[in-house]
């Protein structure tokens, strides 16, 4: 069995910042693609930022220049620094991670971790 689980999130005053950690464990054999979404009340999910496993990163209009995704291949773990939080920032933010297994290859998703940024 493949997992994801995420921490890092909590309130934080605009202006202020917060890394995020997102670790895959289980009996997995490689990742691939790792990422950040969010999803605030009331709306959809989106992508935030996204890192493939050689370390190339994209990122969304809303995290673009305040947020930076890493990855540590060791740890098996992403990271998310957010710099700058804005209120607009708030949100349950999920890390996502395409995995191979010994018996499939699919998108694995955590349970999420709040972020809120108080004005």
């Known amino acids: 069995q493949v997992q994801l689980v995420e921490s890092g999130g909590g309130l934080v005053q605009a202006g202020g910042s917060l890394r995020l950690s997102c670790a895959a464990s289980?009996?997995?054999?490689?990742?691939?693609?790792m990422g950040w979404h969010r999803q605030a009340p009331g709306k959809q999910r989106e992508l935030v930022a996204l890192?493939?496993?050689?370390?190339?990163?994209g990122y969304s209009e809303s995290g673009k220049g305040r947020f930076t995704i890493s990855r540590d291949n060791a740890k098996n773990t992403v990271y998310l620094q957010m710099n700058n939080l804005k209120p607009e920032d708030t949100a349950v933010y999920y890390c996502k991670a395409n995995i191979r297994s010994a018996w499939s290859l699919k998108d694995y998703w955590g349970q999420g971790t709040q972020v809120t940024v108080s004005s």
């Open positions: 890192i493939t496993s050689g370390g190339s990163t």
């Open positions: 289980g009996r997995l054999l490689d990742i691939n693609d």
